[in-house]
Antibody
Framework: EVQLLESGGGLVQPGGSLRLSCAAS????????MGWVRQAPGTGLEWVSV????????YYADSVKGRFTISRDNSKNTLYLQMNSLRAEDTAVYYC?????????WGQGTLVTVSS | DVVMTQSPLSLPVTLGQPASISCRSS???????????LNWFQQRPGQSPRRLIY???NRDSGVPDRFSGSGSGTDFTLKISRVEAEDVGVYYC?????????FGQGTKVEI
């Protein structure tokens, strides 16, 4: 059974940093692209970033480029999202996803709130 | 970015009756590898999104066969043949052909 368990969310002040983690199990982690999708309160879904399983190539939404860094540790089956210079508009539930183009499994999400 | 436009945004339905959601993309979603990366997701209240359909018309394991996807190029449709109470939620189309991948605005299905 595929499981994705996010952690690391919380309340942070504008300009602060957080690192999200996603522990994956139930599939061969290293062979899949992995990603982060966010959902601001009461709104729709937005892709944040994807990292390839094949070559580790990374992709970012323009809204987070230069501030967020996606990475993975295949030895620990864990995906990360380092978020710096956080803004109020980054407030959202952040979902870890298995796959990119045809993402099929999502975690339960972790809430990030950016507020003073 | 590829803009995904869903209609309607709100869909009142009657139990046992059919329902249909349209999704249009601003660019053709046919990838250079020949695949069309158009997916449909269901998000029930308080839950994470769940994939229903991938690559236009492939239904996921465990998804009732009353759900079907169709379309090509820039025009796509999700159909529910007979709505059941558990189908209440928000439905999103998503394109995975061009980065950044993008979602439609969502269609709220309510009884």
């Amino acid at each position: 059974e595929v499981q994705l368990l996010e952690s690391g969310g919380g309340l942070v002040q504008p300009g602060g940093s957080l690192r999200l983690s996603c522990a994956a199990s139930g599939f061969t982690f290293s062979t899949y692209s992995m990603g982060w999708v966010r959902q601001a309160p009461g709104t729709g879904l937005e892709w944040v970033s994807v990292i390839s399983g094949f070559d580790g190539k990374t992709y970012y939404a323009d809204s987070v480029k230069g501030r967020f860094t996606i990475s993975r540790d295949n030895s620990k089956n864990t995906l990360y999202l380092q978020m710096n210079s956080l803004r109020a508009e980054d407030t959202a539930v952040y979902y870890c996803t298995k796959g990119g183009r045809t993402t099929d499994y999502w975690g339960q999400g972790t809430l990030v709130t950016v507020s003073s | 970015d590829v803009v995904m436009t869903q209609s309607p945004l709100s869909l009142p339905v009657t139990l046992g009756q059919p329902a249909s959601i349209s999704c249009r993309s601003s660019l053709s979603l046919v990838h250079s590898d020949g695949n069309t990366y158009l997916n449909w997701f269901q998000q029930r209240p308080g839950q994470s999104p769940r994939r229903l359909i991938y690559k236009v018309s492939n239904r996921d394991s465990g998804v009732p066969d009353r759900f079907s996807g169709s379309g090509s190029g820039t025009d796509f449709t999700l159909k529910i043949s007979r709505v059941e109470a558990e189908d209440v939620g928000v439905y999103y189309c998503m394109q995975g052909t061009l980065w950044p991948y993008t979602f439609g605005q969502g269609t709220k299905v309510e009884i």
